[in-house]
């Protein structure tokens, strides 16, 4: 096929048929803002930075940037760069409610909890409702020990929110802060009768019944857990506490190997791995897995002290006297050390060293000064002996309980911090896999390296459309990676370059649309397309592209408008009637399929555009009609996961869960281990 991307075709292009960085953002503050916050939609932190940072110099005076790169920098975890552009747009204008709530959500994270609670007060003042400011405010009363505080705010969320399951874990977390575990599991039962696959509530009743003694009990609770968050590698770690508990150490061991192929520097799980490994006379496995966690955490003295005796039993007398002499420096009365240095000099022929370590103990046993510390010890040591506290925190450094295993003591699952749907696009925790379609193919420079995927087909599927993979590294890819700076930069300068008052070849004009592409600034690759199509009507790439960017352009403006609140991207409308979002939606994918459709008369059979139709049709509710075309997909390119994936949510929302769960179980063994998590959901 004749690529006529390269043909020579004058295309002469008005100001307003680009879309500049620096020069844009001069003309029109809010088209830069309205571009930053696409690309804050797409996740892209690092160029909404560049886009705020532009309208900031262009507008000082304006609020809305401030508010937007301190988002931006929020998802980044740069929290006191949030905390200081939120102020900085209240300043500008205090009635920007939204900025005292990133502002409070980023205190919150940083531990300025009194400071964080000032700026929940304002957001309830505005909206009594605010789900996440009442979820919040609830956390920080009951870290700041504000009883009656908590239960009004507790009360007040129950109130507005009576189908809240997380309101009842927070809930449950502060009866068992003042001791009422009945209370409690009251609670976190009434949050898994709400949702089932709230896995912090089993997690919860994992940790009463392990202090009441079951342990079985425990196990069972973690094992439900786990359905629901396979990869917690913390998970496997308590797990294999409990299986201790209950004398199963092959099992214990199991767990914390594979806690550590989950998190291979998880040093609690190799820490405790290397205990058992002591134990069940495993010593050369032992003494690496200590030498990890020492490696990793050199001030670890549990493992130092733990090491040293391995290295005495093998005959490695210098390791075990550095390890000692380092502890002994640390703890100068902790009398085993003392001894097992006094072994370890003795290996090395230092006889005087050792009947002086060996005088000093004694004296510290025996001496009327330290007569007292030392009943104290030895009976700590007794109690250790009969090992009636095997397990300890990992907070906890008595360095007299060596031999017993760690387990994590993370904050309760109800102690996180809320994220909510309105207008925080931040992380501060993933508290659920969000269901939503693998994304639309589309042209790009660049593509992100997924080792989970099975097949990589982006140069094949860039051959076939006519575009200059080998020359210039145009792909069609459909996931792409986050640029650095310095990438993204050239890409913005080329645009700022870009003279729009001469004609221009389609070849330079395609590339001004990709360097529009790669800074989100899908109208404006829109209406670049749009150009190239008028000059070159039978080349299937712009057609490709501007249907592909169209969506994108579209799925932006909606969640700046707050569309998503009430129709997902599935398209399951929460209203009845036909909106006129609906029609404007509706129109924009019926141009999109008409481009597509373009593409596969062009190319029939073409793969990324019979996606791209499926995406659409299901994004419209058009369940039936997108399950045809990713069979047509399937069919062209079985080993392709994403298309098992979308495939499977469609025919959930049709109901057909058997052959949903057939297509998720499909898509995870092609590496989208996500779909398992789906799968345990939909049970």
Known sequence: MLKVFWRVVLIVMGLLGGSTLALQAQIDTQRVISV???????KDYVLAIQYFNSAIQSAPYLAEPYYYRGLSKYSLDDYLGAEADSSAAIERNPFLVGSYYLRAISRHTLGKDSLALEDYKVV????????????????????????????????????????????????????????????????????????????????????????RGNYSEAEGYINRAMEYMPDRAELYLNRGIVRYQQYNIKGAMADYSIAIELDPTNTLALYNRALLRSQVGEINAAQEDFNKVVQREPNNYFAL????????????????????????ERYPTFLPALVERADARTGQGKSQAAREDLYLASKMTYDKGTLQKATSQQAKQAALAEETERVRSEKDDNIQKFRS??????????????????????????????????????LSYYVAVDKQLKTNTNTAYSSAIGLPTEEYGVLVVEHLPQLSQAELQKHINAVDSFDLSIPHSAEAMMHLALDQLTIKDHDAVVQTMGQIIEAIPDDPAPYFQRATSRILAYEAESAKDGERNSQNRLGISMNSTLSKEYLKKKAISEEALTDLKEVLELIPNYVPALFNIAYIKASMGNYSEAIEYYNQVLKLEPTLGSAYFNRGLCHYAIGEKQLGDNDLSQAGALGYFKAYSIIKRMK
């Not at 309830?124 to 789900?131: A, E, S």
């Not at 802060?177 to 997690?203: C, Q």
């Not at 207008?423 to 379609?437: A, H, K, N, S, Y």
């Open 405 to 442: 295993l760690v387990y994590a003591s993370q904050q309760k699952a109800y102690d996180e911090l809320y994220t909510e749907e309105q207008g925080i696009r931040g992380r501060i925790q993933d508290r659920e896999v969000l269901i939503e379609p693998e994304p639309l193919f589309t």
């Open 124 to 211: 309830l003042q505005d909206n009594p409702d605010h789900k996440g400011a009442l979820h919040n405010s609830a956390l920080l009363r009951m870290a700041l020990k504000d009883s009656i505080g908590t239960r009004a705010t507790l009360d007040h969320l129950h109130r507005y929110y009576p189908d809240y399951a997380e309101g009842y874990m927070i809930d449950g977390g502060f009866q068992l802060e003042r001791g009422d575990t009945v209370a409690a599991i009251d609670l976190f039962e009434k949050a898994l009768a709400i949702s089932p696959t709230l896995s912090g509530a089993y997690l919860s009743m994992a940790g009463i019944s392990y202090d």
């Open 305 to 328: 002290f733990n090491r040293a005796i391995i290295s005495n039993q093998i005959g490695d007398y210098q390791v075990a006297e550095a390890d000692l002499d380092r502890i002994i």
């Open 36 to 42: 930053g916050q696409n690309a804050i939609y797409f």
